[in-house]
């Protein structure tokens, strides 16, 4: 179990450009999540997805910010133009079968974005 | 609707000394509910859980809580700190019978002195 895999760790980019993030899920696991954390926030739910479709992207902040999940193991979220206010830690999630019976969420390392 | 509370966002203690974090949660129907903890620079890893059973859950590292209904409470403790135990710690709830989504709590940092 290699766990959730998250690209790239760090990442700097200037205002207005654009930045994507990747994860690659447990292999198995049906549910993947998508979190923001910052010191002002905690930690926000941004979107998550069930077997490759989105669920619910109410948490997604602007049209500037979109997550695809093209297969099971691989998801992306974009941000495009990107803003100094995006700077946060991105995390992803992925969950087995069986949230039934509250299957805890398996969390990556991270990406750490900053803008400026 | 499910929501969680953390009272306070940092608690500090010596090494040695009893670690209490506390966890209040919201929710309608019977819940699941989860503490999870963070290492700087990482992610998030399942400390313990508690689905239904035995209200006292034993988790890892020493940690345990407490499922208590009454009180709609379920917080963390461990006997003796080490400096090893600073991090932190989120609280998670989860609404049986809902989309089984958790809901975090703000987090707590744990700070051991030594």
């Known amino acids: 179990d290699a766990g959730v895999i998250q690209s790239p760790r760090h990442e700097v980019t200037e205002m207005g450009q654009e930045v994507t993030l990747r994860c690659k899920p447990i292999?198995?696991?049906?549910?993947l999540f998508w979190y923001r954390q910052t010191m002002m926030r905690g930690l926000e739910l941004l979107i998550y997805f069930n077997n490759n479709v989105p669920i619910d992207d109410s948490g997604m902040p602007e049209d500037r910010f979109s997550a695809k999940m093209p297969n099971a193991s691989f998801s992306t979220l974009k941000i495009q133009p990107s803003e100094p206010r995006d700077s946060a830690v991105y995390f992803c999630a992925s969950r087995p079968p069986g949230g039934a019976v509250g299957s805890p969420l398996h969390f990556g390392n991270g990406t750490r974005l900053t803008v400026t | 609707a499910q929501s969680v509370t953390q009272l306070g966002s940092h608690v500090s203690v010596s090494e040695g000394a009893l670690v209490l974090l506390r966890c209040n949660y919201s929710?309608?129907?019977?819940?699941?509910l989860f503490w999870y903890v963070q290492y700087p620079n990482q992610g998030l890893q399942l400390l313990l859980k508690y689905t239904t059973g035995a209200t006292l859950v034993k988790g890892i590292n020493g940690f345990e809580a407490e499922f208590k209904k009454s009180e709609t409470s379920f917080h963390l403790t461990k006997p003796s700190a080490h400096m090893s135990d600073a991090a932190e710690y989120f609280c998670?709830?989860?609404?049986?019978?809902?989309?089984?989504?958790?809901?975090f709590g703000r987090g707590t940092s744990l700070i051991v002195h030594p």
């Open positions: 998670a709830v989860i609404s049986s019978g809902g989309s089984y989504i958790p809901t």
């Open positions: 929710s309608s129907v019977p819940p699941y």
């Open positions: 292999s198995g696991h049906d549910y």
